[in-house]
Structure formats: structure tokens, C-alpha cells
């Protein structure tokens, strides 16, 4: 006979708080998203203001602030009252300040981001606490087109969750809208949406799952054999395939202006140094407002009042922190890639070297994950161009003579070599292997393949053009 009872365990579990959910999503953010983030915060918290919208003069700006102390009371009464005397304010200032958050707000609309609307639709959710953390995770490493590149391997280490678990929160990010989205390819992607929105679609998920490549290629008579079905039905099953969405997050994309490459970073040549330099001129500045803060201080006797204030001056001084953390991250990393990546600025993009995230995370002594969303949307300018930082970042590729090379050189030289060829007898994967091989750079024949998709260069035989 089978015991049934209860018993008890103890276990120790690392979630991440509101708060710091909320300062990751400051790391990741791009400027221009960042600047509606805060004013979103600004508009919320009228302890916040913008300084470069202020009447006030700011303080001196080589004077660090002093930390106020939330305790004792004392302390913080005498935060909220340090400036003018609260009599001399009205109903006016308080209005003219009101009206310049708002205009600032009106010409800082923006949509939804995929990220916000995913984190929405966990929230509602509510799935057990190793799931949420999965999946936060996982919605967190999704790139600007809704997939999933990292592995699942990586997500359960990051999150010290079971391999189970996490597949069970990618199941449940899969799940939600929109169809497609979190899938590791675009194969799987198309099959999600056919799940969903074609439940009996089942030849056009054999389709897209195992013949997408050939239905690219619109060889129909290959897929009729391969799955036992006419030529007309697969013809037929094509053009439900072709209404599907091949990027999921393209109706949650930021709006045009955020489109627009703002670099972050400056990488230059002063007097024979190369030198990191942060471009600041469209990072929020933001202090506590003092108009705010002592207006309220006058009616700190009432309990509720005295611990919004209390709550408020909290979170404002975690934003400034969090934005403080995210450019000093942002400079750490640009010193880094300087270091590993000086031929590169030196004499142009053919020397990139090899690079991983993992080796930034490791001289920096934090997570690779960080590295990877602090890179995220970002970009630096410097000598050659502006570049995506992600563009540093690349594996190995060894030539004849055991040196290595990074394999986004490896990438262009593909590109260059099939850019070069004669229109009407368009290289072969073969023939470019031989032409690479021709520079010293040995590379399978599969690993060019692969190149020359993420290029989204066409097979010889579709880029023969007739004359």
C-alpha cells in the first residue's frame, strides 16, 4: 500500500524584484526608447523632472547630490524642505510645471513594444514562479523580430532552472500573441501560426517544418513526391503559407523614429590615444523636482501623504541610479571592444577580430547575459562608419595558416566573392569554397551555405540571369 502524506523543504530561489525587472529594461533600452521610459516615469512621479525643460537652474553639476536618508523622520523632512519656503508657491507654478510635463509627454508618444506586451500577457498568466522567471528570461532574448537565439540550455543556467521548466516557459511564451513569436527559426515560427490559426493545416506544417527551403525555391513537384500529395495541392497549400507573418514582432516594432540610429558611443583618435566617449545629448537628465518636493513637504504631518512622498523619492532616486548603471555598464563594454577590436579601428573592418560576449562578461565580472542586452539596439561611431556594438561580437574561423579570423569577415568576404561574379555563371557553393580556399581561408561547404541564407543570397541556379 502506497503512504500518501505532506511534507515540508526548505530551498533557496533568486527572482528578480519589480525593481530590478524594471532596471534591466533601462540597460537594454535604446535612446530613444529610454527617453520615453522616462518621461513615462516623469509623468507618474511628480517628484521627477527633466532638467533641460526646467526654469530652474540645476545645481553645480561637479557637486555630487547628497543621498538623502528615508530615516528618521527627521532626515527626510528635512530633505523635502530644503530649498525655498513653501509659502511662496501657488497654484500657478504648480500648473505652468504641470503643463510643461504634459507637452513634454503629448511629443513623446509611443507604441507598445513587443517586450511590454509579452510581459503583460505573463502577468495575466500567473503561471508558477519557475515558469514566470523562465519566461521573463526568455521574452528578455528575443531579438527585434520576435526569435529566440539563445539557447535553452543557456536560459535554465542564467535562471538556475531545470531544462524541463524551461521549455515548459517557452511553450507558454509561444502561447501567447503574437502567433509565431519566441521561435527559434523562421520554420517554426510559420508552424506556430499555422497551430494557431490553421489547426488542421496539417500538410502545410509538414511544409514549412521539412520542405521550406524547397517551397522557397517553388520546387513543387519535389515536396508532391516527398509528401505523397499532387502538385496541385501543394500549390494550394503555398499560397495559405504565403499569408502567414515571417517577422512576429513586426507590428510591435518601436515607431519610425526609434528606427533612426541614434550611436551611444564615440570611438576616436585624440593625439595619437584612441579614446571611449559616451554621447549624452539625448540621455534624459533628470533630477528630483524641487518645485514638487517642497510644495508636498508642507503637508508631510498627513501620514498617507508622508509615505507617498517616501515612495516616490525611493523610485525616483532607483531611475537615476538604474540610468547612471546603464551608461557606466555601456562605457565599460565600448573600453572592452576598444581593446579587443584596436585593428579593427585602426586599419578598417577587414580586422575585425574574433570576440564572444562570454569573454566581455568575464573581464567585467558580470553576466553574459547582461553584456547581451546591454548591446542590444545599440550602436558606436567611429572612424569607419557607424557600426551595432553586436557587430564586435563574432566566433572564430581558422585559415590555412592557423590563424583566426571572425567570422562576420568571413561573412563579407562570401558576400564580396559572390558580388564579383559574372551574373550569367553565378558561382556554386563549390567554386566559392575553392576561391576561399585560393585566400587561405578553409570553410565547409555547409558553412557557406549558411553564410550566403544569412546574407539572403539565392542558390547559383536562382541567381543565373539570362542575357
Not at 133 to 140: F, G, H, L, M, S
Not at 327 to 346: G, M, S, V, W, Y
Not at 416 to 437: A, G, R
Not at 459 to 467: D, I
Request: neutral net charge; charged residues 25%.
Amino acid at each position: 500500500m502506497q503512504n500518501v502524506g505532506l511534507s515540508q523543504s526548505l530551498s533557496l530561489s533568486q527572482q528578480l524584484s519589480p525593481q530590478m525587472q524594471y532596471s534591466l529594461r533601462i540597460l537594454q533600452a535604446q535612446i530613444l526608447e529610454l527617453q520615453s521610459l522616462v518621461q513615462k516615469e516623469i509623468n507618474e512621479n511628480p517628484l521627477l523632472e527633466d532638467e533641460r525643460l526646467s526654469e530652474t537652474p540645476s545645481e553645480d553639476p561637479s557637486e555630487e547630490p547628497p543621498e538623502p536618508q528615508l530615516s528618521p523622520d527627521y532626515s527626510w523632512r528635512e530633505y523635502f524642505s530644503q530649498s525655498i519656503p513653501t509659502k511662496s508657491f501657488s497654484s500657478t507654478a504648480n500648473a505652468e510645471s504641470t503643463d510643461r510635463h504634459q507637452q513634454f509627454l503629448d511629443a513623446q508618444s509611443t507604441e507598445t513594444t513587443l517586450t511590454e506586451h509579452l510581459l503583460r500577457q505573463l502577468l495575466i498568466a500567473t503561471p508558477p514562479p519557475p515558469i514566470r522567471k523562465a519566461a521573463e528570461e526568455i521574452i528578455w532574448n528575443l531579438d527585434e523580430n520576435g526569435f529566440l537565439h539563445v539557447s535553452l540550455y543557456d536560459i535554465a543556467q542564467s535562471t538556475k532552472t531545470d531544462y524541463e521548466t524551461v521549455q515548459k516557459a517557452l511553450e507558454l511564451v509561444q502561447s501567447f500573441e503574437p502567433a509565431g513569436v519566441a521561435a527559434r527559426d523562421l520554420s517554426e515560427s510559420l508552424a506556430l501560426q499555422l497551430q494557431r490559426y490553421h489547426p488542421n493545416s496539417k500538410l502545410e506544417i509538414q511544409i514549412v517544418t521539412h520542405h521550406l527551403e524547397a517551397l522557397a525555391r517553388r520546387h513543387y513537384n519535389e515536396i508532391a513526391r516527398a509528401l505523397n500529395v499532387s502538385r496541385k495541392r501543394v500549390i494550394q497549400a503555398s499560397k495559405l503559407i504565403q499569408k502567414l507573418n515571417p517577422h512576429p514582432a513586426s507590428n510591435y516594432a518601436p515607431t519610425p523614429r526609434f528606427n533612426i540610429i541614434y550611436p551611444e558611443i564615440e570611438i576616436e583618435k585624440i593625439n595619437d590615444q584612441w579614446v571611449v566617449t559616451l554621447l549624452e545629448d539625448e540621455l534624459p537628465k533628470i533630477r528630483i523636482n524641487t518645485t514638487y518636493k517642497d510644495l508636498l513637504a508642507a503637508q508631510a504631518h498627513n501620514p498617507e501623504i508622508k509615505e507617498y512622498l517616501k515612495e516616490k523619492l525611493r523610485s525616483g532616486q532607483f531611475l537615476i541610479k538604474a540610468i547612471k548603471l546603464r551608461q557606466d555598464t555601456l562605457r565599460r563594454i565600448a573600453e572592452r571592444i576598444l581593446h579587443h577590436q584596436k585593428a579593427f579601428f585602426e586599419k578598417g573592418p577587414d580586422h575585425l577580430a574574433p570576440l564572444t560576449m562570454n569573454q566581455i562578461a568575464q573581464e567585467l565580472n558580470i553576466h553574459e547575459t547582461t553584456v547581451s542586452r546591454s548591446i542590444a539596439n545599440k550602436a558606436l561611431r567611429c572612424p569607419h562608419g557607424v557600426f551595432p556594438l553586436r557587430h564586435f561580437f563574432s566566433t572564430a574561423v581558422k585559415t590555412k595558416t592557423g590563424e583566426s579570423l571572425a567570422n562576420t569577415t568571413a561573412k563579407e568576404i562570401v558576400a564580396e566573392i559572390i558580388k564579383n561574379e559574372d551574373p550569367q555563371n553565378p558561382l556554386s557553393d563549390q567554386e566559392i569554397y575553392e576561391k576561399l580556399s585560393e585566400r587561405g581561408l578553409v570553410l565547409a561547404r555547409r558553412t557557406i551555405a549558411k553564410y550566403r541564407k544569412e546574407l539572403g543570397i539565392l542558390p547559383s541556379h536562382l541567381r543565373k540571369q539570362v542575357a
